[in-house]
Each structure stands twice: as C-alpha cells, then as structure tokens.
C-alpha cells in the first residue's frame, strides 16, 4: 500500500508524514512531487478550514508541519523552482496597529491556495504599501486592522493608493474582528471580511484560482 | 429633593448588584469601559493620558460625570514612564522613548505578543518553567520583555543561596556588577514612577467614591491559560503545543491556576460570604472562537477558567469575565457556573447571549466600536432600543459596549446613556 502523503499531512499525523517524506526522498523521487503533495495536503486543512472541520490550531500547526517537510526537501531541490501562482497580494497591519494574529492567518491561507502573497508586517505606513504596490504590481492590496483607530489609518492608505494614481489598477480588501461594511464604506475599500477565509474568497473571485 | 453623593453610591451599587444576581433593578445599569474615549472627550491624547497621571484620572472623572455612568469602568491606561524606566518590550505605546509607532498618530498602548519583537519562551523550557517557575521568571522572562532587566540572565540560581559559604556569599560578586546594579536600579526607578502612578489611580477611585460612583470592578485577574499563551508561548506557540505536547501546555496551565486565584484575592481581600461589590475583572483571550474548537476549549481553556471563577466567588469575590472575540457557540459551556454570581462581558452576538446566559449570569454589552465611532447618535439610539427590548425587562443584563470605548464622538456616548437610562427604566 502506498501511504498517502496528502491525507497523512490532512490528518495531521506529524511522525507519519515526517517518515513518508523521508521515505520519498530516499527512493530517489523528484523531491518537487512530495513537495506539491504536501502543499496538496494542507491545502485540504485549508479546505477543513473553512468548512468549520478545523480551526486556526490545525491551521498553524499544519504550516508547522510544511515547514518541517521543506527544510528537508530543500537540499534537494532545484534552484529556482517555483510553484504555479494565480496571482499577486500584498498584505499588511495598517499604521499604528501591530496586531498580526490576523494577518498572517490570512497570508498563509492566500498562499496555500496559490496566491503570491507580499506581507509588508505590522504597523504600516501607508507610503510601504505604496511602494510595494509599484513595485510588484499586484490585483489585490489587504489592509488588515483590528483597532478602531485604524480605521482612519486604512482610509489614508486607499487614500494614498488613489493619490498615487494606482486605485483602480487594485481591488482592496479589508479585514479584522471589528469590521463591518460601515468601515469598508468610510475607508473606500472594495470589500471588507471579519475571517481569513473571506479573504481567499474575495481574491479568488477577483483573481480566479482554484 | 436632590441626593446626597452617599444616595447616589449606594443607589448605582444596589443597581449593579442587582443586575449580577438577576434581580429586576430601577432600571438598566449603564457602564460602558472606556479604553481612551473618555480622556479624549476632555481634549487629552493617549500619550498625555500615559505620562501624566494626574491629569489623565482629571480627565476621567469629568467624562464619568459629564456622562453620568453608573459606575467607573476604566481601562488600566498605564504609565510610560514606569515602562521607559525598564525599556519594555511586552507593550508599544505613545511617547515610548523607544520604538513607537509609525503613524505619528496618537494611539492606544498595544500588546505585543511573544516571538514578535522580543524572544517567546521556546518549548524546551517548559521544564524549567515547571520546576523553578520564579527563577524562570527572574532569570529568563523578565529579561526578555524588559530589556533593563536583561543583566537578570546572568544572575546565578537563587536556590543555590542558603548559607554563608553555600551560595550567598559565593554568588554576592554578580550583584556587584555594574549590569546587575544597573538592572535593579531600573527596577527600583520603575517602582518609583508605579508609586506616582497608583497613588494617582488610588486617590482617583476614593474621589470618585465620594462623589457618588462605585467601581464597577477593584482588581484585575487572567485566565491560567492566558498566562502561558498570552506572555510565555504565545498564540503560535501555545496552539501548536495543543498537539505536539499538550501535557506540558496542561501542566503548565495547572501551575498557574492557584497563583492566579491567590493574586485575584491579594488584590481585593477574601470573604466567607459573596460580597457584590468586589467585583473583579478578568478579560479572557485565547479561548475565543475560531482560536480554537470547542473540544480544544473543554480540554485545554475552561477547565483552569472555571476553577478561577468558583475559587473566587468561594472567596467572597465576583467574577466579571470579560470575553473577548466570538463565544456565541461557547455560550452553552461558559453558562456552566453558579447563577447570579458572575458577569460576562459579550463582544460577539449579544442578543444571542442574552437569550442563553441571562437567567444564569449577568450579561455585559452594548453597542459596537464602528457603530459609536462612524453612526449616528439615532443609529446608536436605535441598536440600543433593540438590545433593550430583547432583555425585556428582566434583571441580569447591564449596557456596556461591544470593545472598550476610544471613540472621540462624544454625542454617540451621550445617546447610548441617556437613551439607557429613559428606555431602560423599569
């Protein structure tokens, strides 16, 4: 029987799937195939996720386990190989907020289904976001925020995108426990979510992916 | 007649006292928690309200009776420069010497986990932790989150000082040294400015008390598995524990438990009956929905939690649980405690709450941050009607806010409590 790298990794049975990948690479596989497995796998505890199934503990745990998987796949790989991408985000906390609980959850979900994702951190200004959107040129900006202050510090930063002439080359996403569609109206942002798995809905309907 | 300041305190207090024990009070009691707003309606900012004491409570006890609130429910703003005294790590805030914000803006202290700007405690010392946890504090935590304090590291084991020749007089030379003196002078510095501090807040809570409001709480508490998560392992850390050690993760939390209830009755003393008006406030963190399961919850949050909240009313004390985040699918675990003798604050779905908690616990809310920062006094007005009406004249509920209040509107604050008071009078 061939133990299966992506329901093992799904089930988060950390040992097992530690010694398939070990297995994999011994047997002189191509290291990239484990490596989408793996990704395959957590993007069903993605998918777990948003069903409800699972919660942020699997979510993170499971990234635990991928960076575990890519440490030993690395050696092996080719340089310069990159997985299929639908499209680019670039991410961040606004101004004067350093809360990134958030964020990163919805970083690691946007880049486990397939999404380049550019995370800028915490605390903002809106001249990064700015920059970086000049820089890489993405579809989609998410502020993320969850104070209530920063919501005059995401309306800046849309402010500022619209001033550097970029507004309507983005659709912009905010997100945070606090939000609302009176926020989202306030800041002038295309649509707001108070879960990361909104996020991977809002960038696959403007981006497409799977 | 007018009443006197003494009417006007026992009035609220029998109000409030009511409400925990779901007795039908005159009317709904109105103490939202600010966490800023209320020094802003007097033109303070964060970082004034952080560095002058003085004028921060000044500003407080204005806004509490230019509103007229039932009770004083303030956050614990802090003192910058208790902290610039330490150079601290665990908190940014306005007019940090060090590391403030970007914004420029004036803004509210902030939290800063764990493994983001200063070390997390990694798994491997949980056993340290567990066997000296106060030489683990001393000699490894302090000098992560304080970086005054990072000398601390090098002191030697504290056990090992038991007689002249046996450790104590071996170890004095570390004490000697210009970095451990250093660090115990920013210590004693930082108590210095603490005295300033408190002796503000205390004289502030005995004015106020004279001028007719309560304390809507006398002390602080955390729940056991906060402790680990919120400022030793952190949110990443303490989840990913849940399933590669989750024995230590429950050790852990098990040690604490006790700590946290003793630290909860030093703060406002014990008694053999429940006294209602030692109230005390406990926000909890890491249990909200989405954080984790509700199984993950049973096993490894309420456990501690519930024993924190018997072990105080065994002691004379009530419990004001300040849930923050989503509890609406905890809200038939966390009813799980002795009726009418705990408050919950509710942050998420509060109609939801009222119609599961109320006829065991008192229940907290009230309007949301974006609603008192962006609507209308009527739309303020208006959700304030709704809650009002689902409570339906019953006692056990008490208007507060969604997240503590930093709004600078001030007529949105003005609506919610006058509309309160007419509306909500039985």
Known sequence: MIEDLVSTLADLKEEEVLAIVQKRLNSGEDPLETLNDARKGVRIVGQRYQDGEYFIPELVYSGEILNAIVEMVKPKLAKGVEVERFGKVVIGTVAGDVHDIGKNIVTFMLDISGFEVYDLGVDIPAGKFVDKIKEVEPEVVALSGFLTLSYESMKETVQAIKDAGLRDKVKIMVGGGTLDDTVREYVGADAFGRFAPDAVALAKKWIGGK | MTKTAEEKYNEREKRIQDAIQLKKPDRIPIIPFDNGAYFKHCGLNFQEAMYHPKQYFGAVKKAIMDFDMDAVSSAVVMSGPTFDALDWRQLKWPGAEVDSSNTGRDTVYQFIEPGQGYEAMPPEDYDWFLDDPTDYIIRRHWPRIARSLKPLENLPPIHDMVAYYVGFVPYLPAYGSSEIRGALESLMDAGKEAIKFYDAHYSFIGEMAELGYPPLFRGIGISPYDYIADFLRGTQGSMV??????????????????????????????????????????????????????????????????????????????????????????????????????????????????????????????????????????????????????????????????????????????????????????
């Open chain 2, 241 to 426: 524990d849940m399933f590669r050690r989750p024995d230590k993760l429950k050790r852990a939390v098990e040690k604490v438990t006790p700590w946290v209830i003793q630290w909860c009755v030093n703060q406002v003393g014990a008694s053999k009956e429940l006294d209602y008006s030692k109230r005390l406030f406990i926000p909890i963190h890491k249990g909200a929905g989405g954080f984790m399961s509700n199984e993950q919850f049973k096993e490894f949050y309420w456990p501690s939690m519930l024993e924190v909240i018997n072990g105080l009313i065994n002691k004379g004390i009530v419990p004001y649980v300040y849930t923050e985040g989503i509890y609406t699918d905890r809200l038939p675990i966390i009813k799980d405690v002795p009726k009418g003798k705990v408050i919950y604050h509710i942050e998420s779905d509060i109609f939801k709450a009222i119609e599961t908690l109320m006829d065991t616990a008192c229940v907290e809310g009230g309007p949301s941050g974006p609603m008192l920062s962006i609507r209308t006094p009527q739309e303020v007005k208006d959700y304030c009607k709704k809650i009002i009406d689902a409570v339906g004249g019953r006692g056990g509920f008490m208007m507060g806010v969604e997240v503590p209040m930093i709004t600078d509107k001030s007529e949105n604050i003005k609506a919610m409590v006058d509309f309160t008071k007419e509306y909500g009078a039985y």
